[in-house]
């Protein structure tokens, strides 16, 4: 009896407390709209990164950046903030639109609200400070690559040649062309730009070289290779060397309806095949490499074949290589 | 928790009960006053904030309808023969015909009257916008009406400045669109079709509980006028007839006693008149329908029901079909209604929903027992759920951001409104009534009432005036602001309406004969901004970056592609500036070099 009397006042004043507190705690619902308030204005003033503090952090890193040096902006949505801060000197097109990291040796990482560039994962901190709003990382790749040939620094007539190949075999030259490029319309999605400066071919397609949006909305500059059928891509005189590495993709719009078809890129050296990579739509901005020790340091014509059965996903197929 | 009860909950004693039928109307008439001041106070916001903000891609296609439809409506008056015949219908009436008319015919009939016959507004898009925000208005309104009467005059202020204070809100009520419309008319369905239930009437009114036959008929017009204002409306009958079936089912006893005295049909005379108003004024205010019905019906339909879906991001992915993040709607409900709106909220649909639990818990004839035979909290959380529910469907298109849910929104703030009113009864016990007053207790009351309601909604109306004009790119301060938006991935913007923003950069850095890439904005938004001067004159806008002088991008993840490609033709990727809100890209534009071929 005693127990249970004391159980029941034990609840009631558990209860009663718990009303008072959930009575105090209402009453306070007011000041979530304060809070709401003091928040606001933190957010819209002193939290608003200025193009001052934009130029500034600009000035830090172009004192200790070199033409090599990768600079990437955090989170990706700064991008265009820091793009113009930093201009095409410290940041173009090139290093924007990167096939991938792997090139560069040092990375400036130029980060607001504490954001991180996952590319930059794996590389090694090697200092960090804080200008302004800014935190400047300088990173280390752990795993640079040397590169020794380009393909996407040999588009032109002068370096390439490129072909339409028939069922026979026969190959019909695709003519290069200087001029105002096709970036688009009105609607979106619009596709990849037709770049200006492109190898044409006959009966439709070209060569040339654009930027890719890839599956997650990144930009790659690669070499698009439109039209049915093949086509082939020479290069002239490339220095080889222990492997031939790239990427390849399709435009993120048609990549995002993945399908059976594949687009198929071969590559060959000295008459003899380098490798084939058998691109499928739905896969994203993918690499290949292929060892290639027995061309390691001579020069020749690199030939890549580029063959796809479907002129809406070929229309749309992009890839970079180089050699290394 | 105990709080301060509804108007219909008050026991015998109440003073509503006891006062004379003078005091209610004197309290219908201040109600009636509040509600207009405050619907008139915010249209008065609108309109003095419209030159401020762009035109979006729709309103650009409504304006173009509109001044067809004007034309049509001049003819009807010189004309009124020619008028009606199919060659003058179809050839003006098929513009636009994926969506009713009503609002296009406001918008056309404001532009005559307000634009080109009495000359009251400078800018013609204004005169297109007025009966959108009018609508919006009539929102603030029946929100205040219907809370007020519900709860209290305090829920009703509540409820009123939690659904105009929302920046969402705010921006869409601006357009010559359908979306702040389909909102009021939402509620307004709502409002006079509980009317017509007996909602709403105070007790001790002769009309208690019954209705009349008045609002009967203003229910079945309000439908056939929601029907003609957007599709929206065709979901109001999943709000009307499970409520009627569960008033019937709790209070059926009781009604057919009620019929066996007085001979009174007890089938609910507002849906009979909905059911035969509603298509009959859909049908009759849409001269598209007046030829070939059959078949266009079916093309209406076919055109919702099959519609395109548009890419939108959410958490930094882009949808662009089926299946839908379930997560969507109720993620950018919290991201975008002010944080003290949703916790008000909560608190008072909380409160609503433990009393119907417990009332349906009990036995049914404790059910029928209940004062509010018109169930008021099942029609509120009906009128709630289903304009939500589509979009936890995998099917449903999410394309719209929060606009395609706005009908939700009065009955969030109603119920946002009845928390407020259990906040404040915390607050008189926990602090007012613990305060030595004396005599001046109810002024005291009245002071902290207002200013405990000014606390709560500082935060919401500081974020409001301030996402003006860039009500899609922001989010509340409790997701972060824009930046936050920016961070989660959320969408940024559509419709590209913020070119606007862009006129002091181009009035300082372009000349005469300088070209405008335009990208997401439409023509005929575009052409009005020339118009109106809300950009330099001497631009002229042109579709593709290789014709521009300058070239912009509305940042949307999918319209990366747009950069890039601008990018390859420009052979750089140095903005020239970049229009930012809070710190957040909104536009890039770039300027040809003029070196470039």
């Not at chain 1, 008072?20 to 957010?43: F, N, R, Y």
């Not at chain 1, 490798?275 to 292929?290: A, D, L, N, R």
């Not at chain 2, 939690?162 to 969402?168: K, T, W």
Request: with cysteine.
């Amino acid at each position: 009896m005693l127990d249970t009397c004391k159980r029941t006042y034990k609840l009631r004043h558990v209860l009663s407390r718990s009303g008072t507190l959930l009575a105090w705690t209402l009453s306070a619902v007011p000041l979530v709209g304060v809070a709401e308030l003091a928040v606001h204005i933190k957010q819209t003033t002193s939290d608003v990164v200025t193009e001052a503090q934009w130029n500034a952090a600009r000035d830090v890193v172009k004192a200790e950046a070199t033409d090599d040096d990768l600079i990437l902006f955090a989170p990706f949505w700064a991008d265009p903030l820091g793009r113009r801060a930093f201009g095409d000197t410290l940041s173009g097109i090139k290093k924007e639109a990167r096939a991938d990291e792997s090139r560069f040796a040092r990375a400036f990482e130029v980060s607001i609200r504490g954001a991180h560039r996952r590319e930059l994962a794996q590389w090694r901190k090697v200092s960090e400070r804080q200008v302004g709003p800014f935190t400047i990382g300088v990173y280390e790749n752990p795993a640079k690559k040397k590169i020794l040939a380009d393909v996407l620094d040999e588009v032109g007539p002068e370096r390439m040649t490129v072909t339409r190949v028939d069922a026979s075999g026969t190959e019909t030259p695709c003519g290069w062309q200087r001029g105002v490029g096709q970036p688009g319309g009105l609607a979106v999605p619009q596709g990849p730009a037709v770049p200006g400066d492109r190898f044409v071919c006959p009966g439709g397609g070209y060569v040339g070289a654009a930027i890719v949006d890839d599956d997650e909305h990144h930009p790659h500059l690669c070499l698009f290779a439109t039209g049915t059928g093949t086509t082939r891509i020479r290069v002239h005189n490339v220095t080889f060397g222990e492997f031939l590495a790239g990427h390849a993709g399709v435009q993120w719009m048609t990549d995002r309806s993945p399908t059976a078809e594949r687009i198929e890129l071969a590559f060959s050296a000295f008459d003899r095949p380098i490798g084939h990579h058998s691109h499928k739509v739905g896969s994203g901005w993918v690499s290949f490499e292929f060892s290639t020790p027995e061309f390691a340091g001579k020069r020749g014509d690199l030939v890549a074949n580029v063959t796809s059965s479907s002129s809406a996903s070929a229309r749309h197929f992009c890839f970079e290589a180089n050699t290394r | 928790m105990s709080a301060a009860s509804p108007a219909h909950e008050k026991p015998p004693s109440a003073p509503a009960i006891a006062s004379p039928i003078s005091s209610l109307r004197a309290r219908k008439n201040v109600d009636t006053l509040v509600g207009l001041g405050l619907a008139g106070g915010y249209v008065t916001w609108l309109l003095a904030t419209a030159r401020s903000l762009g035109f979006s891609r729709d309103e650009g296609f409504y304006f173009t309808a509109a001044r067809d439809y004007e034309r049509w409506f001049v003819l009807l008056l010189d004309s009124p023969r020619k008028a009606m015949e199919r060659s003058a219908i179809d050839a003006i009436w098929q513009n636009n015909h994926e969506h009713p008319s009503l609002m296009k015919s406001l918008f056309a009939i404001s532009h005559w009257l307000f634009f080109n016959k009495w000359k009251v507004f400078a800018d013609e898009s204004t005169a297109f916008r007025l009966p959108g925000m009018l609508m919006m208005g009539l929102a603030i309104y029946v929100t205040y009406i219907f809370s007020a009467r519900h709860f209290s005059r305090r829920a009703g202020l509540v409820s009123a400045l939690a659904l105009g204070l929302m920046p969402r809100v705010f921006y869409h009520a601006h357009l010559a669109c359908f979306d702040v419309p389909i909102m009021a008319m939402w509620i307004s369905c709502v409002y006079a079709y509980w009317r017509a239930e007996g909602g709403g009437n105070r007790l001790g009114s002769t009309h208690a509980a019954r209705g009349s036959l008045g609002w009967a008929v203003l229910a079945g017009l309000v439908f056939g006028l929601a029907l003609e204002t957007k599709h929206n409306a065709w979901m109001l009958p999943a709000v009307f007839v499970p409520h009627a079936v569960f008033v019937l089912g709790v209070h059926g006893r009781a009604m057919v006693q009620s019929l066996a005295k007085t001979s009174r049909i007890v089938a609910p005379a507002s849906l009979v008149s909905m059911a035969i108003l509603g298509p009959l004024i859909f049908l009759l205010l849409w001269p598209w329908m007046w030829n070939d019905t059959i078949a266009r019906l079916i093309e209406y339909v076919n055109f919702h029901i099959h519609h395109e879906y548009y890419n939108i991001e959410f958490l930094g992915r882009t949808y662009f079909g089926p299946p839908s993040p379930k997560a969507y709607m109720p993620v950018m409900i919290l991201a975008t209604v002010p944080t003290a709106t949703i916790v008000l909220f909560l608190i008072g649909a909380v409160d609503r929903v433990r009393i119907l639990v417990m009332r349906v818990m009990r036995a049914a004839s404790s059910l029928a027992g209940g004062r509010d035979r018109a169930e008021t909290d099942v029609l509120i959380l009906l009128a709630l759920a289903v304009p939500l529910m589509p979009f936890l469907l995998p099917h449903t298109p999410i394309f719209g951001g929060t606009k395609h849910w706005m009908p939700a929104y009065p009955f969030l703030a109603i119920l946002a409104g009845r928390g407020f009113d259990i906040v404040w009864s915390q607050l008189d016990a926990c602090v007012l009534s613990r305060m030595p007053l004396h005599g001046n207790k109810a002024r005291v009351a009245r002071v902290s009432e207002v200013t405990a309601i000014a606390l709560t909604f500082s935060g919401a109306l500081a974020v409001t005036v301030h996402s003006h004009p860039f009500g899609l790119s922001t989010y509340v301060p409790f997701f972060g602001g824009t930046a936050g938006g920016a961070d989660l991935g959320l969408n940024r913007q559509f419709w590209g309406f913020t070119t606007q923003s862009l006129d002091p950069y181009f009035q300082k850095n372009t000349k005469s004969g300088d070209t405008v890439y335009i990208m997401d904005t439409a023509w005929p938004s575009w052409a009005r901004l020339v118009e109106e001067k809300r950009v330099p004159p001497w631009l002229r806008g042109v579709s593709s970056p290789a014709e521009a002088t300058f070239s912009i991008v509305h940042h949307e993840q999918h319209m990366n592609e747009v950069d890039y490609n601008i990018w390859t033709e420009y052979r750089s990727s140095t903005p020239h500036t970049v229009l930012t809100h809070d710190g957040v890209p909104i536009i890039t534009v770039y300027k040809k070099s003029p070196n470039h071929r």
